[in-house]
């Protein structure tokens, strides 16, 4: 990309997406002016997503854009902070057209308009390598209330909202693996950060985490980060009806492959067990279910059983980035 064409880009198409935060100057600087609220913290996340690696190389640029977005998104929600706005930097490839920029920028344009969120800044830059898209998240939460992976105790439930392995299945289909079915590829595509939810449970949960790489590999952060054993109910772990068709077919390979499957940015938590029935009760407040899937205990490992109470192996617990 050309300078000229850098910045007629970042004026033309990305300063739009800031006009609603004063803070962003219009991205007309390097950087943007936020001030807290007062007894807030600020949550800073970020994450990089490359092609091929993080989404397929077929995927059309504005689920891309929409994706970064939102898997970003859920970060926060695991936090259970309020999003504030948002920072995005591409690496454009040699090759990328006008054409395909713009079909980003109105993926962007969708999400950020969802979530009443604005564009704060950020960076544009080509190069030989693969499209490589950097968002950096901005939020707040009340001081000394944000969720963490670490504070899971022995006696604690552990929940999960939505469903799990939906986003594998998503997957599948868009890689042409599965037939269509828009519900599951809607899971890959477009997935739903749980912010009311993470925002509920500010007072409730004990630890928290979204489940990014897979749901035994992030139960093993938080068993790592808590010190502590979470013992998941293979039986109790919520599929959704397509998933469970599937499975069908696929039998203990199959729901392995959906336990270990990433992307489904659902968020697995724990809490002390005599606020089940608060949590129950977040279903109407927070617009999705939320299922019990096991216990909490000494130790520092996780273990997954399955309906007749065998201890679960799995080659690995699910995505890694090395």
């Given at each position: ?7 007629e ?12 935060e004063?803070?962003?100057l ?15 913290e ?41 999003p504030i ?22 993926g962007?344009?969708?999400a ?6 604005t564009?704060l ?20 939460v ?5 969720l ?34 828009p519900?599951?590829l ?5 997935p739903?950060?749980?912010i009311?939810?993470?925002i ?15 749901l ?17 109910e293979?039986a ?9 068709l ?5 039998g203990d ?44 205990s000494?130790?520092q ?8 109470g ?13």
């Open positions: 990309m050309s300078e000229t064409g850098e910045f880009f970042i004026r033309n198409k990305l300063a739009p997406l800031s006009a609603d004063p803070g962003a219009g991205l007309t600087d390097d950087a943007a002016l936020l001030t807290p609220q007062p007894g807030q600020i949550v800073l996340c970020s994450d990089m997503l490359v092609s091929g690696t993080h989404f397929l190389e077929s995927d059309a640029l504005d689920v891309v854009a929409r994706r970064s977005f939102l898997s970003n998104l859920s970060d926060l929600a695991a936090m259970g902070a309020n706005g948002y920072l995005s930097s591409v690496c454009w490839p040699l090759n990328t057209t006008e054409e395909q920029r713009d079909q980003f920028v109105s962007l344009a969708a950020q308009t969802k979530y009443g969120l564009l800044g950020g960076d544009t830059t080509s190069g030989e390598g693969p499209l490589v898209v950097s968002m950096t998240f901005v939020g707040e009340q001081s000394g209330s944000a963490k992976r670490a504070g899971a105790n022995p006696g604690d439930d552990i929940w999960v909202t939505g469903s799990i392995g939906d986003a594998a299945l998503g997957l599948a289909i868009a890689r042409g693996d599965l037939d269509q079915q519900y599951l809607s899971r890959y595509q477009n739903t950060p749980r009311e939810a993470g509920c449970l500010r007072k409730l949960a004990s630890a928290c985490i979204d489940i990014s790489d897979g035994v590999a992030d139960a093993g952060h938080i068993a790592s980060t808590s010190q502590v054993q979470l013992n998941i293979a109790m772990i919520p599929l959704s009806a397509p998933a469970l599937w499975l069908e077919k696929e390979v199959g729901l392995r492959k959906l336990l270990t499957a990433g992307d489904d940015y659902e968020l697995l938590f724990t809490a002390p067990h005599d606020k089940a029935s608060e949590i129950l009760s977040l279903k109407s407040e927070c617009g999705v279910d939320i299922s019990w899937i096991g216990s909490v000494e130790g490992d996780v273990t997954v059983r399955d309906e007749e065998e201890v679960m192996k799995f080659d690995s617990p699910g995505f890694t980035h090395f």
